[in-house]
């Protein structure tokens, strides 16, 4: 294994692979134009520029962000300036040269090449790598600078891993899938990692969704101690950066960690089903506020480090992060650029076009020596940034600067949010993001051929927020359970997603269109309701006697019966802003559990299933997801159509269980109207909706 990885590293004078970066159809916070930022960074040590002139009107709260009064000509100047301006930090008794942390990226997730040059890197440059969950690699284990993982599935634990490094990190979750389990395929399972991480080989490698010796604050106390104890080294807590981020903050402090790393939405990952990437969680900006102010407020601040990542990668993204209240920022994806990775989404499949992750596939080798000094440079060149800007800002050192919100200003954005973070608005408008041009979504080929969910690499997708929203719907963000509460693994344990109408129970809530036969026969199949008058048996039909089909609309009143809020129809207001007003009026008016509310429209996910439902459907009919399927199957034969129609809704119906297990839900009825699963990013959509803005 040692003259494997000593066999990547190439000449002094090569720089790691660079391709051009991938420029998607819809647009993604990982623009070519940011890639080649930290690409510039790596190429020169410098960064090509550090304060923009004015903030942004869409993306990150980062984005929109200034810090008062600086102008960008003060920290260029600054940049040139010499003086003692120290950009160290301590954490749980170890200075760091910048409060940098890289990770976490297993070997399996990465290729063996990368790990070793993070590791190596961070070492050189005097900040910290988390090395994830897959195990120990020999040439990783060389340098001092590692943060070791303690994971739900234990992959390759022992006394030598646990020994290792500066830290142990116990792993709850992540900001790219919170609430369910690491996923490495089968495919990448290779020899290497079937050893390290005491595997077989070619076997999926699926984590647990909780740690079964976890279920409580409690629990994570005596486990915190029990790795103290073997280690002798500090204990983090990772978690992802879920709706109520300030209790499992708080919580974790109380279980005497040395810390907590909070992964924001939007971060990278090797391997996730992209309904849970893309809808739970919320942004490290909303997240890193209010935990440090609720860990402030309980008196438990001092002496705890709060680690924050997610879509971080220039220097005055860990300035305001630090300003917000975190000690350190988790700059993992960046990494993965400075090595030439091209966001292409491809991570899983072991395929990478930079050799960065493809492990079973013997196209090219990952340059260590190269991707070492890249990342060296890039790290060098935030240090500059990071001193510039406190030079600029009159600061000597960062302590000057951490939690201080009120060197803040928050632009375009809307009064609600900015209490959320506590910073002062000072330009008002809207966070939501609409696209300016209908893209259609993509219907993902195992969705329907399979009936799997579909895996997709990496992060940066958070719609409405870093890509264009298609509906206020897609502001909401899903809740996750993480330590106050276990999740559910749907893959270990039942969640029952059954429905009863007044009439009947149907097995599934997903609404199946009756426009083709092959689709009724499938929805007969699989106990789901059926729209239209080709239904041919009762106990499939929705219902016509008592069924009522109006467009949405607020002149709406409930009634005994069915409500079919079908927004084909037209209508004075958004589907969903209906659903959660008829749901609300029903329950005032005493009416709710005598009538059933269907939902009708251009949906097309479980994710949207999910959230429908949290603000008061009992069933669902994603519309667009069966229009894709029936243009694209137009031509099959019967049976082709009907297991294809079959395939779609079992997808539909796992990305739906996976959301509820992600927040420890176990029966769908928990979730109808319980809008507390749910935040919005936007203050207006939160009103129209009547939830909570994220960060509160």
Same mark, same amino acid.
């Given at each position: 294994m040692v003259s494997e990885m000593a066999s990547q590293r190439g000449r002094p004078d090569q720089l790691p692979r660079q391709l051009p970066p991938v420029r998607h159809r819809v647009p993604e916070f990982w623009s070519p134009e940011r890639v080649e930022y930290v690409r510039r960074m790596a190429t020169t040590g410098r960064p090509p520029r550090i304060v923009d002139e004015s903030p942004d009107r869409t993306g990150r709260l980062l984005d929109r962000m200034t810090f008062r009064g600086l102008r960008p000509e003060d920290v260029e100047a600054a940049m040139v300036e010499g003086g003692d301006v120290d950009v160290g930090v301590e954490v749980f008794g170890m200075r760091l040269e910048m409060p940098i942390y890289i990770g976490d990226m297993s070997y399996g997730a990465l290729s063996g090449g990368p790990n070793v040059a993070i590791a190596r890197a961070a070492t050189e440059a005097g900040v910290l790598a988390g090395i994830g969950e897959g195990g120990l690699h020999p040439e990783v284990a060389k340098y001092r600078n590692i943060v070791v993982q303690w994971a739900s599935a234990r992959f390759g634990m022992d006394m030598e891993l646990l020994r290792s490094g500066v830290a142990v990190n116990l792993k709850i979750g992540q900001g790219a899938k919170p609430g369910i389990g690491g996923h490495l395929p089968g495919s990448k399972v290779t020899e290497v990692i079937s050893a390290l991480r005491k595997i077989p080989i070619g076997s999926d490698?699926?984590?647990?969704?909780?740690?079964?010796?976890?279920?409580? @604050?409690? +629990?994570? =106390?005596q486990r915190v101690k029990a790795l103290r104890d073997l280690s002798?080294?500090?204990? $983090?807590?990772k978690v992802a950066a879920v709706n109520k981020i300030m209790f499992v903050a708080v919580g974790v402090s109380?279980?005497?960690?040395?810390?907590? @790393?909070? +992964?924001? =939405?939007?971060?990278?990952?090797?391997?996730?089903?992209?309904?849970?990437?893309?809808? $739970?969680?919320?942004?490290?900006?909303?997240?890193?506020?209010?935990?440090?102010?609720?860990?402030?407020?309980?008196?438990?601040?001092?002496n705890f480090s709060v680690i924050g990542g997610g879509l971080l990668y220039s220097p005055l993204d860990v300035a305001k992060l630090i300003a917000l209240g975190?000690?350190?920022?988790?700059?993992?994806?960046a990494a993965l650029l400075s090595f030439g990775c091209t966001m292409c989404h491809s991570c899983n499949?072991?395929?990478?076009?930079?050799?960065?992750?493809?492990?079973?596939?013997?196209?090219?080798r990952f340059d260590v020596e190269a991707g070492t000094r890249a990342l060296v440079r890039y790290l060098e060149a935030m240090g500059l940034g990071l001193r510039a800007i406190l030079r600029a800002l009159g600061a000597k050192d960062l302590s000057e600067i951490r939690g201080r919100r009120d060197l803040l200003e928050l632009h375009n954005a809307d009064e609600d949010v900015a209490n959320a973070v506590g910073v002062e608005l000072v330009e008002g408008g809207e966070i939501a993001w609409y696209q300016d041009q209908d893209y259609e979504p993509i219907l993902y080929r195992e969705m329907y051929e399979e009936g799997s969910v579909h895996i997709t690499g990496m992060g940066g997708i958070i719609p409405g927020y870093t890509s264009p929203a298609r509906r206020p719907l897609d502001l909401l963000r899903i809740e996750a359970a993480q330590v106050t509460h276990p999740p559910v693994d749907p893959y270990r344990e039942d969640i029952d997603v059954s429905v009863r109408t007044p009439s009947r129970k149907f097995d599934v809530p997903i609404v199946i269109p009756g426009t083709d036969p092959a689709a009724v026969a499938a929805a007969e199949a699989l106990g789901a309701p059926v729209d239209g008058d080709r239904c041919r048996n009762p106990s499939s039909c929705m219902g016509t006697a008592d069924q009522v089909r109006v467009p949405p609309g607020d002149e709406l009143e409930p009634r005994p019966g069915i409500m079919v809020l079908d927004e084909r129809l037209g209508g004075s207001e958004m589907l969903e802003e209906s659903v959660s007003r008829l749901d609300r009026d029903a329950n005032l008016m005493g009416l709710r559990d005598r009538m059933t509310i269907v939902a009708v429209g251009r949906l097309f996910?479980?994710?949207?299933?999910?959230?429908?439902?949290?603000?008061?459907a009992d069933l669902v009919e994603p519309v667009e997801a069966y229009e894709l399927l029936e243009r694209r199957i137009k031509g099959m034969d019967y049976l082709a159509r009907r297991e294809r129609y079959e395939n779609l809704t079992i997808a539909l119906v796992e990305e739906l269980q996976l959301s509820m297990g992600a927040g420890g839900l176990t029966s769908y009825y928990h979730m109808v109207g319980n809008r507390d699963l749910v935040r919005s990013l936007d203050g207006s959509v939160a009103r129209a909706l009547g939830v909570r803005v994220a960060g509160t």
């Amino acid at each position: 294994m040692v003259s494997e990885m000593a066999s990547q590293r190439g000449r002094p004078d090569q720089l790691p692979r660079q391709l051009p970066p991938v420029r998607h159809r819809v647009p993604e916070f990982w623009s070519p134009e940011r890639v080649e930022y930290v690409r510039r960074m790596a190429t020169t040590g410098r960064p090509p520029r550090i304060v923009d002139e004015s903030p942004d009107r869409t993306g990150r709260l980062l984005d929109r962000m200034t810090f008062r009064g600086l102008r960008p000509e003060d920290v260029e100047a600054a940049m040139v300036e010499g003086g003692d301006v120290d950009v160290g930090v301590e954490v749980f008794g170890m200075r760091l040269e910048m409060p940098i942390y890289i990770g976490d990226m297993s070997y399996g997730a990465l290729s063996g090449g990368p790990n070793v040059a993070i590791a190596r890197a961070a070492t050189e440059a005097g900040v910290l790598a988390g090395i994830g969950e897959g195990g120990l690699h020999p040439e990783v284990a060389k340098y001092r600078n590692i943060v070791v993982q303690w994971a739900s599935a234990r992959f390759g634990m022992d006394m030598e891993l646990l020994r290792s490094g500066v830290a142990v990190n116990l792993k709850i979750g992540q900001g790219a899938k919170p609430g369910i389990g690491g996923h490495l395929p089968g495919s990448k399972v290779t020899e290497v990692i079937s050893a390290l991480r005491k595997i077989p080989i070619g076997s999926d490698a699926i984590s647990p969704a909780p740690h079964h010796d976890i279920y409580s @604050i409690e +629990d994570l =106390a005596q486990r915190v101690k029990a790795l103290r104890d073997l280690s002798g080294k500090p204990v $983090l807590v990772k978690v992802a950066a879920v709706n109520k981020i300030m209790f499992v903050a708080v919580g974790v402090s109380r279980s005497t960690a040395d810390g907590i @790393i909070i +992964d924001g =939405a939007g971060a990278g990952t090797g391997a996730a089903p992209s309904a849970i990437r893309d809808h $739970l969680g919320i942004p490290i900006d909303y997240a890193v506020p209010v935990s440090d102010r609720w860990l402030r407020d309980n008196g438990a601040r001092d002496n705890f480090s709060v680690i924050g990542g997610g879509l971080l990668y220039s220097p005055l993204d860990v300035a305001k992060l630090i300003a917000l209240g975190a000690d350190v920022a988790n700059v993992g994806t960046a990494a993965l650029l400075s090595f030439g990775c091209t966001m292409c989404h491809s991570c899983n499949t072991g395929g990478c076009p930079t050799y960065l992750t493809n492990l079973a596939l013997p196209v090219g080798r990952f340059d260590v020596e190269a991707g070492t000094r890249a990342l060296v440079r890039y790290l060098e060149a935030m240090g500059l940034g990071l001193r510039a800007i406190l030079r600029a800002l009159g600061a000597k050192d960062l302590s000057e600067i951490r939690g201080r919100r009120d060197l803040l200003e928050l632009h375009n954005a809307d009064e609600d949010v900015a209490n959320a973070v506590g910073v002062e608005l000072v330009e008002g408008g809207e966070i939501a993001w609409y696209q300016d041009q209908d893209y259609e979504p993509i219907l993902y080929r195992e969705m329907y051929e399979e009936g799997s969910v579909h895996i997709t690499g990496m992060g940066g997708i958070i719609p409405g927020y870093t890509s264009p929203a298609r509906r206020p719907l897609d502001l909401l963000r899903i809740e996750a359970a993480q330590v106050t509460h276990p999740p559910v693994d749907p893959y270990r344990e039942d969640i029952d997603v059954s429905v009863r109408t007044p009439s009947r129970k149907f097995d599934v809530p997903i609404v199946i269109p009756g426009t083709d036969p092959a689709a009724v026969a499938a929805a007969e199949a699989l106990g789901a309701p059926v729209d239209g008058d080709r239904c041919r048996n009762p106990s499939s039909c929705m219902g016509t006697a008592d069924q009522v089909r109006v467009p949405p609309g607020d002149e709406l009143e409930p009634r005994p019966g069915i409500m079919v809020l079908d927004e084909r129809l037209g209508g004075s207001e958004m589907l969903e802003e209906s659903v959660s007003r008829l749901d609300r009026d029903a329950n005032l008016m005493g009416l709710r559990d005598r009538m059933t509310i269907v939902a009708v429209g251009r949906l097309f996910s479980g994710a949207d299933v999910y959230k429908l439902a949290a603000l008061g459907a009992d069933l669902v009919e994603p519309v667009e997801a069966y229009e894709l399927l029936e243009r694209r199957i137009k031509g099959m034969d019967y049976l082709a159509r009907r297991e294809r129609y079959e395939n779609l809704t079992i997808a539909l119906v796992e990305e739906l269980q996976l959301s509820m297990g992600a927040g420890g839900l176990t029966s769908y009825y928990h979730m109808v109207g319980n809008r507390d699963l749910v935040r919005s990013l936007d203050g207006s959509v939160a009103r129209a909706l009547g939830v909570r803005v994220a960060g509160t």
